[in-house]
Structures are given as C-alpha cells and as structure tokens.
C-alpha cells in the first residue's frame, strides 16, 4: 500500500512560450498533445506525460502526482489521508482523464505543499524522441523508476517527515546533516532526509529543514542515460543562456553525476546520470555528512547579480 513512484509534475508559468523553448532546447523533453490551450505536455518515456506546465498568474511549482501500484493501494491511502487529518478531495472522472489516469485524489502535506495521488497510468504507444537528441532519461524499463525526485524545504520537518512515511508510504534512504554555514562551532547544520518509493531510485522525493521558497519546491530532477547526455545539455544550457545554478558535480549519497539550472518557473532542475539504484526491501538508512564528493559550486544568488 506504499507510494509506487514520482509520476508526474504539474507546473504553472506566466510564459509558456518560454517554457516550451527550456523543455524542448534545453532538457530535451518532447512534446506531447495536449488537452487544453493553456496547458503544455512533455513525454520523456512511453508515459502521455511527465511534466504538465499549465499557463497562470505565478511562476511555480504546483505539485507532484505520486502514482499507486493498484486501486486498492490508491484508495487505501486516500482513507489514510484522511484519517490522518489531511484535506482529501477525490478527482472527477473527466479530471482523472485529462491526467490520463485511472482515478485522482488532491491533498495537501502539513508544511501545506500541494500534492496528488493516482492509479492507472495510460501508456502512450509512440515511441519517445529527444528534440534535441538525449539518447533516453532514466525511468525505468516500464517507467517504473518514476521522473526522478522532487525537494521540498519545511521548517516543520519532523511532522512533514513522519506524514511521507506514515501516510504515504515512503521509506528513509539517508538521513544527512548538511553544514552549509561552512560547519564552524555555530554552525548547526541543516536536517535532510531523502525518502525513496517502491523502486530502485535512491530517492524520490527530499526534505529539508529550510523556509519554503518562492517557487514551491527546492528543485526536481531528471536522469538521463549517459555522461554524453548530461555534457550536450549543459552545452545546450550554456548556448540558450539558461541561468546555471550550479556547476557539475558528483553527489555523495546517490551518486548523481548532475548540474543545476534554473527553470522559468524559477526553481532548479537537477540534470543527472549514474544515480545510485537501491533494493527498497532490503536497504538499510545511511547518514550522509557532505553533500558533494566534487564540484556542485552554486551561483551567486541573482541578488547579488
Ligand atoms: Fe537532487
């Protein structure tokens, strides 16, 4: 009864003209038809979509669709939505339909982000192609592995920790302690735990103990096949002068050969390779101390211009 998988993402843009450029020129994703004007679709697998970009009054990250291996498992963790006191709203067939699912449930976490719950994701039988030539993002044979993983920052950490596990069924991967103040003797560090689903991705979903941003959401990431693929996007980031966030690096706890851009939803994708697969039945919680075993340098914050 245990969340499957990161099944989608749901976006809001000023500018989806913008949008339609950084997904196609820069991430490689290709477009997919769309139900709606004001709504754009991107594939990156056999799924109709992984990313919904909807046309709004904000530049934000909306909330993830987190998918459920049956209907018993979907509608089990809708009564522990609500039993957990969580607002739980049951979608209508034509709203699970434009979702091309099965069925849908909206709720909310106690930090207050957003989130959906679904089952019976339709395929999509055409063959996916990269606009701009990635040879295959990383979601697993059947898409199993899900996008990739959403990061999400709340002060109230404990209780929003303990909901993913308790309600939604997620289990802890690693559970680090980040000093980003530089670690001195005044330097608490920063509470981290990254919480994977029921599949082999490291992790889906993150949360650290951070005030909530702006835009919504931390970052998200996405995984492709090939160093190959993850050097011709950081050419094509550089070439379209997308905002880079942070430089190349290597992660300690899952590995992730990845760099970070800056979406025009002003929050970051995390653009990877090489993440580390898991057993979730077997792995037991690792505590990780340094975030990166090489590079990741971040930006100056555009403040500081
Ligand atoms: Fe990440």
């Known amino acids: 009864m245990k969340v499957k998988s990161l099944g989608y993402v749901v976006i809001e843009t000023r500018d989806l003209a913008s949008w339609s450029r950084f997904a196609t020129e820069t991430l490689g994703l290709m477009p997919a038809p769309s139900p709606h004007e004001d709504v754009l679709l991107f594939r990156m697998d056999d799924r109709p979509f992984r990313f919904w970009i ?147 991705r490291h992790h889906s979903l993150a949360l650290g103990q951070l005030p909530p941003n702006e835009s919504r959401l931390v970052h998200m990431m996405v995984e492709v096949a090939s160093v190959d693929d993850v050097g011709r996007a950081l050419e094509r980031a550089q070439k379209n002068e997308v905002r880079i966030s942070s430089t190349l690096g290597r992660h300690v706890n899952d590995k992730m050969l990845s760099f970070y851009i800056r979406s025009p939803s002003g929050f970051d994708i995390e653009y990877g390779c090489h993440g580390l697969q898991i057993d979730p039945a077997t792995w037991v919680t690792t505590t990780s101390l340094p975030v990166s075993d090489w590079g990741h340098v971040w930006a100056r914050p555009e403040s500081e211009g």
């Open 54 to 200: 909807q046309r709004g009054e904000r530049d934000a990250f909306v909330r993830p669709g987190w998918e459920f291996a049956t209907e018993e498992a979907f509608r089990a963790a809708v009564e522990r939505l609500g039993a957990a006191g969580r607002p739980v709203e049951l979608g209508t067939a034509a709203e699970a339909k434009a979702r091309q699912v099965a069925a849908i449930a909206r709720s909310s976490d106690p930090a207050g982000y957003e989130l959906e719950i679904y089952h019976g994701r339709f395929l999509d039988y055409a063959p996916f192609q990269s606009p701009s030539g990635v040879s295959r993002f990383v979601t697993g044979e059947a898409g199993e592995l899900g996008l990739g993983h959403v990061v999400l920052a709340a002060l109230n950490f404990d209780d929003v920790h303990a909901f993913y596990k308790d309600v939604l069924g997620f289990g802890d991967t690693d559970l680090g302690r980040f000093f980003l103040a530089g670690g001195g003797a005044d330097d608490p560090g920063v509470g981290f735990a990254f919480l994977h689903a029921q599949n082999a």
